[in-house]
């Protein structure tokens, strides 16, 4: 059974750092570009980032860029967002995504263009 399990999440003040992890199970998704969505209550779910198979290849929201960093480590199946500079705006319930068929350039926005997803980790930002 195919499962990606996010962790890390937690509750921490503007300005701070927090680091997601997303380990997945079940099969390898070195081949597979990975990103991180996210939910903020009453809004629809959005994209975040992603990232390439490789690890060379990244696209980012506008405003979480300069802040926020993925990375992977496929020895372990795992890939990471680093956040930093949180503010309170960042609070939302983060999703990690799988899409093994696609290249993480194509469509990477679209919550429909990846196969796997996470249960979610809650990050909340106080002011």
């Given at each position: 059974?195919?499962?990606?399990?996010?962790?890390?999440?937690?509750?921490?003040?503007?300005?701070?750092?927090?680091?997601?992890?997303?380990?997945?199970?079940?099969?390898?998704?070195?081949?597979?570009?990975?990103?991180?969505?996210?939910?903020?209550?009453?809004?629809?779910?959005?994209?975040?980032?992603?990232?390439?198979?490789?690890?060379?290849?990244?696209?980012?929201?506008?405003?979480?860029?300069?802040?926020?960093?993925?990375?992977?480590?496929?020895?372990?199946?795992?890939?990471?967002?680093?956040?930093?500079?949180?503010?309170?705006?960042?609070?939302?319930?983060?999703?990690?995504?799988?899409?093994?068929?696609?290249a993480y350039t194509n469509n990477y926005m679209y919550e429909s263009?990846?196969?796997?997803?996470g249960q979610g980790t809650q990050v909340?930002?106080?002011?």
């Amino acid at each position: 059974q195919v499962q990606l399990l996010e962790s890390g999440g937690g509750l921490v003040q503007a300005g701070d750092s927090l680091r997601l992890s997303c380990a997945a199970s079940g099969r390898s998704f070195s081949r597979a570009a990975m990103g991180w969505f996210r939910q903020a209550p009453g809004k629809e779910r959005e994209f975040v980032a992603v990232i390439s198979w490789g690890g060379t290849g990244q696209y980012y929201l506008d405003s979480v860029k300069g802040r926020f960093t993925i990375s992977r480590d496929n020895a372990k199946n795992t890939v990471y967002l680093q956040m930093g500079a949180l503010k309170p705006e960042d609070t939302a319930v983060y999703y990690c995504a799988a899409r093994p068929r696609l290249a993480y350039t194509n469509n990477y926005m679209y919550e429909s263009s990846y196969e796997y997803w996470g249960q979610g980790t809650q990050v909340t930002v106080s002011s």
